[in-house]
């Protein structure tokens, strides 16, 4: 695997094969950046963006690939976020109830003090709620990936060429022959 092509340059195609081996070491990245803002310290939370720009080449050369618009990527940083909003719904009351008491509490502040009083309970209790929310954080941040990631992946290479470049489903399938 080419990592400037696969996780520096937006054009071009590669296969489902391809797109897996990069997302999983991206998503591994993102793994140990969220990991490292929960455990050192929540500024190292801004290297994730240093994974925005690997994250749309990775997605808009596997869009390529079957066709169609590398702004598709947007439909699924749209599915990601719902995925993690739902998946955070669930698992929160279930996986760490004392965050879920946090966040009543500064509601509760925040409907007698107004919203400034609010925030400012909050900005007191954010590493509280940081700590007891870091394992739910990472399953879900594994979760919605998996499920992101395994649609991509599932995408149909369009084996014909296309305006994007030669097809890569010969050498992109695992059961390939040379």
């Known amino acids: 695997m080419d990592f400037r ?3 520096f340059d937006p054009k071009g195609r590669i296969g489902p094969r391809t797109f897996g081996q990069g997302y999983v070491l991206l998503t591994g ?8 803002s929960l455990i050192a310290s929540p500024g ?5 963006y240093a994974l925005v720009f690997p994250y749309i080449c990775l997605f808009g ?5 079957a066709g169609l618009s590398a702004w598709l990527w947007l439909v699924f940083l749209l599915g990601y976020f719902l995925i ?3 998946a955070s719904a669930i698992l929160v009351p279930i996986l760490a109830p004392e965050t879920q008491a946090i966040q009543l ?3 509760k502040v925040m409907e007698a003090n107004g919203l400034n009083a609010g925030m400012e309970e909050l900005a007191r209790r954010a590493p509280e709620i940081a700590q007891s929310s ?3 954080n990472v399953i879900v941040l594994l979760i919605a990936s998996a499920i992101v990631g395994f ?3 599932r995408l149909r290479s369009d084996p014909q060429p296309n305006r994007h470049g030669p097809p890569t489903l010969r050498g992109n399938r695992p059961d390939a022959r040379p």
């Open 29 to 36: 990245a993102m793994l140990v950046v969220t990991v490292l």
């Open 61 to 65: 050369k596997r869009l390529h690939d």
């Open 105 to 107: 509490e500064v509601q």
């Open 5 to 7: 092509h696969v996780f």
């Open 84 to 86: 993690n909003v739902v």
């Open 151 to 153: 649609v991509a992946y």
């Open 134 to 136: 870091a394992l739910v």
């Open 44 to 48: 190292a939370g801004i290297l994730q």
